[in-house]
Structure formats: structure tokens, C-alpha cells
């Protein structure tokens, strides 16, 4: 069955440390999203991509870093320079053509930092 | 900005209806409508193109007025599975697949 994949789960992080959260999609989507949930908050756009080799920051991009480099993978690393990285992170995708452009969600990945 | 989703929470009785707004200060091309369980992915339910049009499958059905930048979705007949966080995506701009969404509504469905 096609869907998004992302791993780990789980992510724990010392303050000072860079970390990577994998994305992979199987369903043939040309873009790719990453969202930041905190409670109240509703989910914040960090990047996206709409193809290959190409992104775009979103509202709260500074602090995380990303590449496309192939259509499958979008992974999205944290860096030391994101203050308050402690988040749900929630990876997406949806086709570009077609008469449907519903998003598909990965389970997440939940960090903290410690 | 994101658009504004009301009411933030909601209790329905198995078996009563509700209704979540959602409203843009922005021109909208496209609203999405996920639902999202705790500690789980959203799930997408149903997009609105511009066009005032209504959708709707099983008992959840939605409207969009493009001139007013609102969207409601209406749940009727509530049930238990229906508990969870609601959230509207709006997409502006001419494109429709960058979405903003709201804070989200929950809805409890109690029997």
C-alpha cells in the first residue's frame, strides 16, 4: 500500500546537537511538505518542495535545514539554531495534477530535547 | 496568518449535530478539511475549490463562500468515531496546494 513513512518516532536531542527526521513517500507525489504542531498551535509550515532539486521556506523556517533530493525523500534536519525544537513534526504530501490534492500525513515524528 | 477556526472545542451527545467555522483574511483559492485523533496524523476529509460549492460524504458535508472567505463543516448525527481535532487549510494566492491551517477544534462526542 502506498503512504508516507517517517522515522524514528521518537527522537531525543541534547541541546547543542544537529538532528535528521526521514521522510518517505511512495505514493508519487511531486510535492512534499513539513509541518510543526505544538499544542494550540495548529500545524506551522516549515518548508516544502514541489520538485526535485527545488524548496521553499515556509512560515517558520529558520532553525531547520532540508533537501529533495530525489522525488521519494524530503528529510528535515534541526540544528543547534532552532531555540525551541520540542515539537510533533509531521511530514505530507499531495499530487500537483488531478482532480484531488488532499494531503497524505505521516504518523510523525515526536522530539525532544533533553 | 493563519485563518481563524471557531469554536475552539465542542461536547456533543452521540447523535447531535455541529458545526465548525473557518475563516480566512485572505482571498482563497481551496479550503481542505482534515480530522486529526490524538497522538495520530491528520486525515484528510474533503477539499472546496472557489465556487461556492457544498460537498459532503456520510454525514460530514462542508460549504465554502469564496466572497465572504468562510468555510463551515457541518457533522450531523454525531458520532463516536467524529472525536478528534478538527482543522481547516486554506490555500491562496492562485495556488492550491500551500496550505495554512487553523489552530484546530475538538470536538469530544460523549454517549
Known amino acids: 500500500d502506498g503512504g508516507i513513512t517517517q522515522s524514528p518516532k521518537y527522537l531525543f536531542r541534547k541541546e547543542g546537537q544537529n538532528v535528521t527526521l526521514s521522510c518517505e513517500q511512495n505514493?508519487?507525489?511531486?510535492?512534499m511538505y513539513w509541518y510543526r504542531q505544538d499544542p494550540g498551535q495548529g500545524l506551522r509550515l516549515i518548508y516544502y518542495s514541489q520538485i526535485v532539486n527545488d524548496f521553499q521556506k515556509g512560515d517558520i523556517a529558520e532553525g531547520y535545514s532540508v533537501s529533495r533530493e530525489k522525488k521519494e525523500s524530503f528529510p528535515l534536519t534541526v540544528t543547534s539554531a532552532q531555540k525551541n525544537p520540542t515539537a510533533f513534526y509531521l511530514c505530507a504530501s499531495s499530487a500537483l495534477t488531478g482532480t484531488v490534492y488532499g494531503y497524505t500525513f505521516g504518523s510523525g515524528t515526536r522530539l525532544t530535547v533533553v | 496568518q493563519q485563518p481563524v477556526q471557531s469554536p475552539q472545542a465542542v461536547i456533543l451527545r452521540e447523535g447531535e449535530d455541529a458545526v465548525i467555522n473557518c475563516s480566512s483574511s485572505k482571498a482563497l483559492y481551496s479550503v481542505h478539511w482534515y480530522r486529526q485523533k490524538h497522538g495520530e496524523a491528520p486525515v484528510f476529509l474533503m477539499i472546496l475549490l472557489k465556487g461556492g460549492e457544498q460537498k459532503g460524504h456520510d454525514k460530514i458535508s462542508a460549504s465554502f463562500n469564496e466572497k465572504k472567505q468562510q468555510s463551515s463543516l457541518y457533522l450531523t448525527a454525531s458520532q463516536l468515531s467524529y472525536s478528534g481535532t478538527y482543522f481547516c487549510?486554506?490555500?491562496?494566492?492562485?495556488?492550491?496546494?500551500?496550505?495554512?491551517f487553523g489552530k484546530g477544534t475538538l470536538l469530544t462526542v460523549n454517549p
Open positions: 487549510g486554506t490555500a491562496s494566492g492562485g495556488s492550491n496546494y500551500k496550505l495554512t
Open positions: 505514493l508519487n507525489h511531486d510535492a
